[in-house]
C-alpha cells in the first residue's frame, strides 16, 4: 500500500507539472499581478518644459514596454527648493509598494550631507533605479569676456550670472574662485541657465559658471563649433570626451584637501539625473522596476528619440553605481564636510 501511494504521488506530481508547462496555462506573476491595470505616479522634482520634465515624459511612455503588467505612468510636477520638495515627498509621504517613481534633481541626494536644513530626508536609504546620463558642468565665457582661459582668469575679473547666492552656479563658481584661484564675480537674480546665456549674449554679463554641458549643445548647439563662447574649466565626474582641449578641474588641482573637495562636489553631476522608488519598498518590486528602467534607457527607440532631441540621456548609470557614489560622498572627511558646507552656504 505504501509504494501504491507513493507511485500515486509522483503520477500527481508529474501531472501537475506537465500541466504548468503546457502553452496557454497562466503563471502567476506576482509582479503582474500588480502592476496590471494600475497607474504607478512618476513625480518629477522640476517644473514643465525643462530638460528634467521632457525626460520624464519620454520614460513615462518606454517604461511600461519593459515592465510586467504595463502599467499607466503619470508624470506629476512638483517644484520647490531646488528639488527638495519633491524628494522630501518621495521619502515621507509618497506611496512605499511601488507606485511611485521620482525623478529628481541630481543635487538633492547631496542637500543633507551639505547641511541644508530643508533635505529632511536619508539620501542612502532611496532604492535607487538609474540614471540615463551623467553631467559635465563647464565654466563657460562670452568670446568678448575680458578672459579666454583659465589662466586669465586668475588676473581679470569675470562678472557670472546666477540665479542666487546660494545656488549650485554660485556654489561651483565658489569653488573654482578658491582652488584655482579665479576672480569671478556672481551677478545674480538670472531664473536659470537659459536667462544667463541670453544676458551673455546682450553684454550684461561674461559668462555663466556651471553650464551644463549636454544643455549648452541642446540649446545653443553652434556656440562651441562657431567660437562665440570660451570654455574655461570642465568639472565632473569624468572628463568629457567631446571636450579634449577644455582643461579638467581634477588635472589642475596641486593640493590633495582640493581633490578630496571636489570628488564630493561633482557627486551630483556623477549621478547625472536620478530616478528612485521611496525606502522600504519590497524587494521584488524594486527589482523588477530597476529592471524595467535600464531596459527602458537602452531601448533602441528611446535612444533614438533623445538623440533626435539632443537630450543627451546616452551615458546611462545603474541604481548600484548611483547609491555607490552618494555612499562615497556620505564618507568623506569631516573637514572636507566642513570646508564643502562652507562654500554652499555662503551669500
Avoid at 126 to 137: D, I, K, M, Q, R
Avoid at 280 to 293: H, I, N, Q, S, Y
Amino acid at each position: 500500500m505504501r509504494e501504491s501511494s507513493k507511485r500515486a504521488v509522483l503520477r500527481r506530481a508529474v501531472v501537475l507539472a506537465a500541466f504548468l508547462a503546457a502553452p496557454g496555462v497562466a503563471h502567476a506573476d506576482p509582479l503582474e499581478d500588480f502592476y496590471k491595470g494600475r497607474t504607478v505616479s512618476l513625480v518629477v522634482s522640476s517644473s514643465t518644459g525643462g530638460g528634467y520634465d521632457t525626460l520624464a515624459r519620454m520614460l513615462a511612455r518606454y517604461i511600461p514596454k519593459h515592465l510586467p503588467g504595463a502599467p499607466t505612468v503619470a508624470v506629476r510636477n512638483m517644484p520647490g527648493a531646488g528639488g527638495i520638495v519633491a524628494t522630501n515627498h518621495l521619502y515621507s509621504i509618497a506611496p512605499k509598494d511601488g507606485s511611485a517613481i521620482g525623478a529628481v534633481q541630481n543635487n538633492t541626494p547631496f542637500e543633507p550631507l551639505f547641511g541644508t536644513k530643508q533635505a529632511q530626508y536619508d539620501a542612502t536609504k532611496f532604492n535607487w533605479l538609474g540614471s540615463p546620463s551623467v553631467e559635465t558642468s563647464i565654466v563657460t565665457v562670452w568670446h568678448a569676456s575680458p578672459a579666454k582661459t583659465w589662466k586669465e582668469a586668475q588676473t581679470k575679473e569675470l562678472r557670472m550670472g546666477s540665479s542666487g547666492g546660494n545656488s549650485t552656479p554660485s556654489f561651483y563658481a565658489r569653488l573654482v574662485n578658491e582652488t584655482l584661484g579665479l576672480k569671478m564675480k556672481l551677478i545674480v537674480g538670472y531664473p536659470g541657465q537659459n536667462d544667463a546665456l541670453l544676458a551673455m549674449e546682450r553684454g550684461e554679463i561674461d559668462g555663466y559658471p556651471s553650464a551644463f554641458y549636454n544643455s549648452l549643445m541642446a540649446t545653443r548647439p553652434t556656440w562651441i563649433p562657431e567660437g562665440k563662447v570660451n570654455l574655461l574649466v570642465q568639472m565632473g565626474a569624468e572628463k568629457e570626451k567631446s571636450l579634449p582641449d577644455t582643461p579638467f578641474i581634477f588635472d589642475l588641482l596641486t593640493r590633495e584637501e582640493d581633490r578630496q573637495l571636489w570628488q564630493v562636489a561633482v557627486g551630483p553631476l556623477g549621478i547625472g539625473r536620478p530616478y528612485l522608488l521611496p525606502p522600504d519598498t519590497p524587494k521584488e518590486r524594486v527589482d523588477g522596476m530597476r529592471k524595467a528602467f535600464w531596459a527602458a534607457i537602452n531601448d533602441a527607440e528611446f535612444l533614438a528619440e533623445q538623440d533626435k532631441m539632443k537630450l543627451g540621456a546616452d551615458t546611462p548609470r545603474t541604481g548600484d553605481q548611483i547609491a555607490q557614489l552618494i555612499a562615497q560622498a556620505y564618507k568623506a572627511p569631516p573637514n572636507v564636510v566642513e570646508r564643502i558646507r562652507r562654500l554652499q552656504q555662503e551669500p
